[in-house]
């Protein structure tokens, strides 16, 4: 599908109907599987809105920059970082069939994303080692496991002086851990269409 963003569009690969992907085996503890509905086929609100943001954003907030996007699905964020000069840029999803289309999709765009299966967990291997400029994630907060998981990973993971994109549709989680992690982070908001916010947090001093 062709996506317009701000600088041009950009091609997006994603399943020709996601209502026949198959349930992706997730590992929610070790030797244990849960196999979880293929949402990362679809291009949902928040994450074409995050893709719009950064598009028309100041160029120097991603050239150059180093870029991590967490729970990517298709990966349109991370598509429009690396075109924008961003490098690295990491796109990581747990779903291993969601990261293989946003590669095809940077192979097809010649764009440079990094890919990895990754959890929202600091023991993952992808996300040990070093910290990032930007960290872009979008409609994460679904539910009370997911935010716990944010807030150790995102100071991890989000370098000194660094920020964050969290872009939501309105969940109730997310206000509520928002509310939560306000004295680690100041978050500014901003409304993006299709009903979404984006809220850029920065560590506190």
Known sequence: MRVRLPGGPLDLLRPADPDAVAFDPVAVDEGV?????????RLWPSGRALAGALAGADPGLLAGRAVLELGCGLGLPSLVAARAGADPVLATDRSAAAVGWVAASARRAGLRVGTA??????????????TWDLVLAA???YGAAAATALTGLLPRVTAPGGQVWLADPGRPEASRWL????DTWTVTTRALPDGVALHVLRRRP
Do not use: C, M
């Open 139 to 141: 409609d994460v907060l």
């Open 33 to 41: 599987e849960e196999l979880h509905p293929p949402h990362w086929a």
């Open 117 to 130: 299966v990754a959890a929202f967990s600091p023991a993952e291997d992808a996300l040990t080692g070093r």
């Open 179 to 182: 509310d939560a992690v306000r």
